[in-house]
């Protein structure tokens, strides 16, 4: 079946400009996560979200940064006002529900470029 | 706060060598601990994990890892890499609230055939 995906697969921006990264999860997914792989740093957790509860955003590291999910699906994640520290690969996975035993799958990202 | 630490950030070996990547996490309460795998140009896959029960865990493709809670470790092995096995394997646990991973940092393995 369809795995997670994510568009765009890549992102060219300048610095100060507001940018928009999409993640569909895999469908019947109710939890949906961020995170951020930085060039040697490993991956880094933005924002969690299940149902309709409250998301988690203490991850996110500024408030430049957020993210919505309409209707339990799809999910964007907006960033303002971009800089160039902000210059990574976003991947977003989804699992079953929130709990011990769900995988999270992850899809293939989008690497984003502040000049 | 929890942390993951992978000690090796680049392994290089040669076919058919065993392989062992270090993993230790900081939390002492009961934890989740996860291998991951990215493949050149592929998704991040799972390729174990530990809840509970046996220590010793075994997943996809012959790895295998130990969790040791005196520790505080999740060291991943395989007896005989092979060169498909080049890639960036990446270890995690699971945060307190449930609701996301940490990850190491990473180590890059790269065999040569």
């Known amino acids: 079946g369809a795995g997670v995906s994510q568009s765009p697969s890549n992102k060219v921006t300048e610095k100060g400009k507001d940018v928009e990264l999409r993640c569909d999860p895999i469908?019947?997914?109710?939890?949906l996560y961020w995170y951020r792989q930085s060039l040697g740093q490993g991956l880094e957790f933005l924002i969690y979200?299940?149902?309709?509860?409250?998301?988690?955003k203490s991850g996110l590291p500024s408030d430049r940064f957020s993210a919505e999910r309409t209707g339990g699906s799809v999910s964007t994640l907006t960033i303002q006002r971009t800089q160039q520290e902000d210059s990574a690969v976003y991947l977003c996975a989804s699992s079953v529900r929130q709990g011990v035993y769900n995988e999270q799958f992850f899809g293939p990202g989008t690497r984003l470029t502040v000049l | 706060a929890q942390s993951v630490s992978q000690h090796n950030h680049h392994v290089i070996l040669s076919e058919a060598a065993s392989l062992e990547l270090g993993c230790n996490y900081s939390y002492g309460g009961t934890v989740n601990l996860f291998w991951y795998v990215q493949y050149p140009g592929q998704h991040l896959q799972l390729l174990l994990k530990y809840f509970s029960g046996d220590p010793l865990v075994k997943g996809i493709k012959g790895f295998e890892a130990e969790f040791i809670k005196s520790k505080f470790s999740f060291n991943l092995r395989k007896p005989s890499v092979q060169w498909s096995d080049t890639a960036e394997y990446f270890c995690a646990v699971r945060n307190q609230a449930g609701t996301a991973l940490i990850f190491g940092k990473g180590t890059t393995l790269s065999v040569s055939s």
């Open positions: 469908s019947g997914h109710t939890a």
């Open positions: 979200f299940q149902g309709n509860s409250a998301p988690d």
